[in-house]
Nanobody, 122 residues
């Protein structure tokens, strides 16, 4: 079992920056792949970014060049969000799974946090 808890969400203006954090507990030794997803009102949950243990990353095109995913170890994940836009407004979820590939689909992730709200005003 694993537990994930996100923090750092809030209300910001367009162009501002925000840093999200995710703390994992439980079977952290199996968390080889960690990622961020987001879900806007009325939309499906979508991939944002993913990272493996050696720091390789993949980003959604919509956030590439603005967001940076990082991890300190198997229990701490971060998402630095710069140049925020109103369309970035969503609930942001961290997720994790074992494996060797940089998965970008929801179904490949086993554990999820409860989410943290990010609202970007124009």
């Amino acid at each position: 079992q694993a537990q994930l808890a996100e923090s750092g969400g809030g209300l910001v203006q367009a162009g501002d920056s925000l840093r999200l954090s995710c703390r994992a507990s439980g079977r952290t030794f199996s968390f080889s792949i960690m990622g961020w997803f987001r879900q806007a009102p009325g939309k499906e949950r979508e991939f944002v970014a993913v990272i493996n243990r050696i720091g390789e990353t993949t980003y959604a095109n919509s956030v590439k060049g603005r967001f940076i995913i990082s991890r300190d170890d198997d229990s701490t994940l971060s998402l630095q969000m710069n140049s925020l836009r109103p369309e970035d407004t969503a609930v942001y979820y961290c997720a994790t799974t074992s494996g060797a590939l940089l998965y970008t689909t929801r179904s490949m992730f086993d554990y999820w946090g409860q989410g943290t709200q990010v609202t970007v005003s124009s």
